[in-house]
């Protein structure tokens, strides 16, 4: 195996190219059936995509560009971001007519609805998913305030980030955020380049605001009002369209 920046964990690298969830990967890589150029891959192990070659029982694990697939869904409210659910949840892959072993670009949590990406590419998950290359997510929130903080005081506290467990989480920007005069529940709308664990609830939760309906409206050149997507609906499109 290589020795450069470009490594990444074999269990990621499974992940990413649509085999199984990294908890699977480390299974199979203990029972001896990933090799890394020939050789039985161990817990832990780094590789690099463009130089390794990795096997799954004897197949290549990397995808020919002749068949990768690129899907956008509407999740809907109750549907798990994955492809394996040991629980037997409706899947977003259930809502996806493709033969291909896809798998969601990120996740949006169960509770949650809008724009997902589906792929078996790789190489662009890696690229959409890193911060350093940040690619926006565009979400929009409704809220109840459970404090009576101004919404320029909201609007900061998103925007210069909240720690949490350690790291920090923030918007990019806030675009929109306005008080409903009926029943006085805020709508905001907000980019992220980040993508931690329920990272905007988590958020709201500090600032005393209680997520009403949380839905992801665009993901890098993507935006949902353009994709003409009923809840629960899908899509193919090209590479070309998602960067």
Not at 78 to 105: H, N, W
Not at 212 to 239: C, D, I, W, Y
Request: charged share 30%.
């Amino acid at each position: 195996m290589t020795d450069n920046d470009n490594k990444i964990r074999i269990n990621k690298y499974l992940a990413d190219n649509g085999v199984c969830s990294r908890r699977k990967a480390d299974e199979r890589i203990m029972d001896g059936r990933i090799l890394v150029n020939g050789k039985p891959a161990q817990l832990g192990d780094k590789i690099d995509p463009a130089c390794d070659k990795v096997t799954f029982d004897g197949k290549d694990v990397l995808v020919s560009d002749a068949e990768l697939e690129y899907w956008v869904l509407n999740k809907p409210v109750g549907v798990v971001s994955t492809a394996d659910d040991e629980q037997g949840r409706t899947k977003v892959t259930d809502l996806v007519k493709s033969k291909a072993r896809i798998y969601p670009v990120g996740r949006l949590d169960e509770n949650s609805e809008g724009l997902l990406l589906l792929t078996n590419d790789g190489e662009l998950t890696n690229k959409l998913t890193h911060p350093s290359f940040e690619h926006i997510k565009s979400y929009r929130i409704i809220a109840k305030q459970n404090k009576s903080n101004s919404l320029s005081w909201i609007k900061r506290q998103f925007e210069a980030g909240i720690y949490i467990d350690g790291k920090k989480m923030q918007a990019k920007v806030v675009t929109s955020i306005v008080k409903s005069p009926e029943n006085g529940y805020l709508e905001i709308e907000l980019d992220l380049i980040t993508g931690y664990n329920r990272q905007i609830r988590r958020m709201c939760d500090r600032i005393g605001l209680d997520v009403r309906k949380l839905s992801r409206t665009g993901f890098a050149n993507l935006k949902l009002s353009e994709l003409n997507l009923e809840p629960g609906q899908a899509k193919r499109v090209q590479r070309s369209d998602i960067i």
